[in-house]
T-cell receptor, first 111, second 115 residues
Framework: RKEVEQDPGPFNVPEGATVAFNCTYS??????FFWYRQDCRKEPKLLMS???SGNEDGRFTAQLNRASQYISLLIRDSKLSDSATYLC????????????FGPGTRLSVLP | DTAVSQTPKYLVTQMGNDKSIKCEQN?????MYWYKQDSKKFLKIMFS???????INETVPNRFSPKSPDKAHLNLHINSLELGDSAVYFC??????????????FGPGTRLLVL
């Protein structure tokens, strides 16, 4: 089993749609969790960290379920500019010196 | 202002050659990383340097050697390049916010093609 797994995608959704991405991780000792986005031929950029209580940043909501080792990202009212690959990232240590990236889920928001 | 920069942006070379990729960050971060993103877009950590000490070395062939002359620089030297080394190499840096919640900032990537 891979350390971090994500929905295979791609997701093609119309503008304004709500879309949810799922991620599971295998290491129950994992300490910190993130969502990054990567545009085509660009570097990954942090979208948001994922805290135990769940957190929201504008149209983006992230949830963490440690018992199920599951992370989610919800995007509401999707925009054309949300088109990108979304990467689930898990840090298995408590020092942030090792990060495991999921394979990514590609999102295309269509006009 | 470039936060994390890498040179060169593109690198085309022959099998068997030795090449280096340079990385510099001007963010004052204490940890730097090298990642490899292969043709399937899978991003995997290769090395992590904290205050000039190697922390992680994830089953990377010893043909790859990171060198950190100071906290702001982490270069990647590759000996005897192989076809399978073709990939995009990303440098990143981070600074501890609290515990393990380090935000990583990535460089633009170096696209390496080995012929």
């Amino acid at each position: 089993r891979k350390e971090v797994e994500q929905d295979p995608g791609p997701f093609n959704v119309p503008e304004g749609a709500t879309v949810a991405f799922n991620c599971t991780y295998s290491n129950s000792a994992s300490q910190s969790f993130f969502w990054y986005r990567q545009d085509c031929r660009k570097e990954p950029k942090l979208l948001m960290s994922v805290y135990s209580s769940g957190n929201e940043d504008g149209r983006f909501t992230a949830q963490l379920n440690r018992a199920s080792q599951y992370i989610s990202l919800l995007i509401r009212d999707s925009k054309l500019s949300d088109s990108a690959t979304y990467l689930c990232v898990v840090s298995p240590d408590n020092y942030g010196q090792n990060f495991v990236f999921g394979p990514g889920t590609r999102l295309s928001v269509l006009p | 202002d470039t936060a994390v920069s890498q040179t060169p942006k593109y690198l085309v070379t022959q099998m068997g050659n030795d090449k280096s990729i340079k990385c510099e960050q001007n963010l004052g971060h204490d940890t730097m990383y090298w990642y490899k993103q292969d043709s399937k877009k899978f991003l995997k950590i290769m090395f992590s340097y904290n205050n000039k000490e190697l922390i992680i070395n994830e089953t990377v062939p010893n043909r790859f050697s990171p060198k950190s002359p100071d906290k702001a620089h982490l270069n990647l030297h590759i000996n005897s390049l192989e076809l399978g080394d073709s990939a995009v190499y990303f440098c990143a840096s981070s600074h501890a916010m609290m515990s393990g919640w380090k935000t990583q900032y990535f460089g633009p990537g170096t696209r390496l093609l080995v012929l």
